[in-house]
């Protein structure tokens, strides 16, 4: 897996797999989220390998309070103070979200007994101030395990958060979906073959449109309405057809039948279109990406796609053309991808680790 295999996080991993340290019996786990408004939980950790062995309660954070949206605020407080107490009896609790992980140290969290708790996928996915930099790593050093997605995030936020190296954990973001894909249409959305772009924070379309109109390529980008970072009507003008309004069945959709991937990121100092990329390598979909934080540890170059340097438009135009032209070169990215993903990314694969993981906290508490 690239730097990813060779981490020392990594490495930790498989020592604990080894001790094979177990409770005699099931843990009281708990878990802290975001509620999804399309009425989704996380069922890899419930349901998945070893974790189906112990008992979860489940805890949903509403960020919203529709009916008296003024009233949001103490709303949320609210639910945070119900969850640490629904949590005290716990032996551990998972914590996903920042907002969630501040929420649940914050006060009058010290006034209520916390169970051993690990910070689920952290990442820094925008320009933050100082003050939530300080705030979240007050928030990351009363945790007792964080993990993060890439080993770039894990060396940075070390130093950034100041936190201890022993409790930063790479456990690389895993696929979502638990029918193997198999809901997503076989019928093509569009009959001509396309190159597919999608996402919003930390994109950039205008050189991939650039590219795709230079090649006489069709494109397809996914966004939303309110992307700032290019001019949706110039990415118009250059030929790229535009979608705005689509939900995660129909951008997978497109990605399932896209010929390629293509993700150029808008700085190459925050992560970007990890879950996008794991996506497409479960759906035999090669990738061709600009170079950013993490992006090794999922996109190996000449591997399972093309990863050319950040800035460099005759490269990624190459690398485009190269992919689009070169059927055996495609072929090959497609293969490696899905079996990348079956080794790294597969809801199993992070099932263990987060099982070996809490062992190993439970086990310090023994």
């Given at each position: 897996m690239g730097q990813?295999?060779?981490?020392?996080?990594?490495?930790?991993?498989?020592?604990?797999?080894?001790?094979?340290?177990?409770?005699?019996?099931?843990?009281?786990?708990?878990?802290?989220?975001?509620?999804?408004?399309?009425?989704?939980?996380?069922?890899?950790?419930?349901?998945?390998?070893?974790?189906?062995?112990?008992?979860?309660?489940?805890?949903?954070?509403?960020?919203?309070?529709?009916?008296?949206?003024?009233?949001?605020?103490?709303?949320?407080?609210?639910?945070?103070?119900?969850?640490?107490?629904?949590?005290?009896s716990a032996d551990l609790v998972f914590l996903f979200s920042t907002d969630i992980g501040l929420g649940m140290s914050a006060w009058p969290s010290q006034f209520v007994r916390r169970p051993k708790r690990i910070y689920v996928g952290f990442t820094q996915d925008g320009a933050w101030s100082q003050k939530t930099m300080d705030r979240l790593s007050n928030a990351l050093q009363r945790c007792d395990a964080i993990t993060v997605f890439s080993e770039d995030e894990r060396q940075l936020y070390v130093r950034r958060y100041r936190l201890n190296p022993d409790r930063v954990h790479l456990i690389p973001i895993h696929t979502d979906e638990s029918d193997q894909y198999r809901q997503y249409p076989d019928e093509r959305p569009i009959e001509q073959p396309y190159v597919l772009s999608l996402g919003s924070p930390n994109r950039r379309f205008t050189p991939i449109a650039q590219a795709c109109n230079a090649l006489n390529i069709p494109l397809v980008i996914i966004t939303r309405p309110w992307h700032r970072s290019d001019s949706l009507d110039e990415l118009a003008r250059l030929g790229a057809a535009i979608i705005?309004?689509?939900?995660?069945?129909?951008?997978?959709?497109?990605?399932?039948?896209?010929?390629?991937?293509?993700?150029?990121?808008?700085?190459?100092?925050?992560?970007?279109?990890?879950?996008?990329?794991?996506?497409?390598?479960?759906?035999?979909?090669?990738?061709?990406?600009?170079?950013?934080?993490?992006?090794?540890?999922?996109?190996?170059?000449?591997?399972?796609?093309?990863?050319?340097?950040?800035?460099?438009?005759?490269?990624?135009?190459?690398?485009?053309?190269?992919?689009w032209t070169e059927p055996d070169l495609?072929?090959?990215?497609?293969?490696?991808?899905?079996?990348?993903?079956?080794?790294?990314?597969?809801?199993?694969?992070?099932?263990?680790?987060?099982h070996d993981l809490a062992m190993n906290l439970l086990s310090q508490n023994r």
């Open positions: 990813t295999m060779t981490s020392p996080a990594v490495n930790g991993l498989r020592a604990m797999k080894h001790r094979q340290v177990e409770p005699s019996a099931p843990g009281r786990f708990a878990f802290v989220a975001p509620r999804h408004p399309d009425g989704s939980n996380w069922p890899w950790l419930t349901q998945i390998g070893p974790m189906r062995r112990h008992r979860f309660h489940a805890i949903y954070i509403d960020n919203t309070l529709k009916s008296i949206p003024k009233a949001t605020s103490f709303f949320i407080r609210w639910q945070y103070w119900q969850a640490m107490r629904a949590v005290a705005t309004d689509a939900d995660k069945h129909t951008s997978l959709t497109y990605l399932k039948h896209a010929r390629f991937a293509a993700m150029c990121f808008e700085t190459p100092d925050l992560p970007g279109a990890f879950t996008t990329l794991i996506h497409a390598m479960f759906m035999r979909v090669p990738s061709v990406v600009t170079a950013c934080l993490g992006m090794s540890d999922y996109v190996v170059d000449q591997e399972n796609g093309l990863v050319v340097p950040h800035g460099d438009q005759d490269a990624l135009t190459a690398a485009i053309h190269r992919v495609h072929a090959n990215l497609a293969e490696l991808a899905f079996r990348r993903a079956n080794r790294n990314y597969s809801l199993q694969a992070a099932a263990g680790q987060f």
